[in-house]
């Protein structure tokens, strides 16, 4: 198991470009689906939205956030048989709690009210505090998205499906573009899923990281 997941780790790359005539199986989308879903999240508050794009025209729509020097990404977006938006919500107050709170209580997570109650003030005080600073609410919602993010790329290189982050577009055009200010949220961030071109010269480059010893400190 630990030798599948890091050869996992290096067989997922950012894919350049996508076989637009090797299409994602519905079972395939609906794992990866299932996979964000099943994502962490800090407190498990899943302040989150996905838009999730297959047809020619939904892929389109997505391209448009993406003009002059950053056509580059829209080329990906329409090639690439499933793309995805990751939104977070612009803030969060006590309706946003008491939804976890439902949820998680539905799911059978509470042996007892008294363990609902304390858990209803631990995420109303959280959240409170986190409303008190403006730029670090939006900070926290934007990185629960990434979660996300890391949790299906690997994924789905584990399935043997390529994939890209995509942060090159323009968030208020696509904000825009699918209404989603009045809906509460703000997209951060694109992944495109697919299989490689036969053209895609990353996918004949060397992986390049620094080596471990740059990186870790044992305390």
């Known amino acids: 198991m630990i030798m599948r997941i890091l050869k996992t780790a290096r067989f997922r790359y950012a894919t350049k470009a996508f076989n ?10 609906n794992t990866l689906k299932e996979v964000i879903r099943l994502s962490p999240s800090s407190i498990n508050f899943q302040p989150w939205h996905f838009l999730v794009a297959t047809s020619a025209e939904a892929k389109a729509n997505i391209a448009a956030a993406c003009p002059g020097p950053m056509t580059y990404n829209a080329i990906k977006i329409k090639q690439a048989p499933l793309v995805i938006v990751f939104c977070a919500k612009t803030t969060v107050n006590d309706d946003d709690v008491a939804r976890v709170i439902a949820q998680e209580n539905q799911d059978g997570r509470y042996p007892n009210d008294a363990a609902r109650k304390d858990r209803n003030t ?10 008190s600073d403006a730029a ?35 968030a208020k055009l696509l904000d825009k573009q699918f209404a989603l200010k ?6 951060t961030v694109i992944a495109a899923f697919g299989y ?21 400190s044992q305390l």
Request: proline share 5%; glycine share 6%; no cysteine.
């Open 122 to 131: 631990l995420l109303s005080n959280y959240i409170a505090n986190l409303n």
């Open 20 to 29: 637009p005539n090797k299409p994602l199986t519905d079972e395939q989308i």
């Open 196 to 216: 490689r071109s036969d053209d895609d010269f990353n996918a004949k480059l060397a992986k390049s990281r620094f080596p471990a010893e740059q990186l870790f």
């Open 136 to 170: 670090g609410s939006k900070s926290w919602l934007d990185k629960q998205t990434y979660i996300a993010l890391g949790q299906v790329l690997l994924a789905a290189a584990d399935m043997g499906i390529d994939s890209v982050p995509i942060e090159g577009f323009d």
């Open 182 to 187: 009045a809906k509460g949220y703000h997209a």
